[in-house]
């Protein structure tokens, strides 16, 4: 019900738009969210919404280079992602809850697919 895209192979500095566009159910009410997760390490939140888009929430590690947005009129979620750094690389997802803001992975209802996102030095 959750589809991720928009991951790729990006330079140091550069960006990358990431969309989250849900079907066959409506997520109004519902906080979205975009986890991380790099080899050998726990899946961690990067950035959230609330669906109306008007509260959002950020990872320290991100605050200020990523952006989290909602486009209701089309039910999808993006991740903006500027001035990325190698240590962004992993695969994200997206998740969504019935609620409000929830930190852990553990809280979600919904998950897309990952979608991988690399940041070459």
């Known amino acids: 019900q959750l589809q991720a895209s928009g991951g790729g192979l990006v330079q140091a500095g550069g960006s990358l738009r990431l969309s989250c566009a849900a079907s066959e159910h409506t997520f109004s009410n519902y906080f979205m969210a975009w986890f991380r997760q790099a080899p050998g390490k726990e899946r961690e939140f990067v950035a959230g919404v609330n669906w109306s888009g008007s509260s959002t929430i950020y990872a320290r590690s991100v605050n200020g280079r990523f952006t989290i947005s909602t486009d209701n009129a089309k039910n999808t979620v993006y991740l903006q992602m500027n001035r990325l750094k190698p240590e962004d690389t992993a695969d994200y997802y997206c998740?969504?809850?019935?609620?409000?803001?929830?930190?852990?992975?553990?809280?979600?209802?919904?998950w897309g697919q990952g979608t991988l996102v690399t940041v070459s030095s």
């Open positions: 998740a969504a809850r019935r609620g409000p803001y929830f930190s852990r992975s553990t809280g979600y209802d919904y």
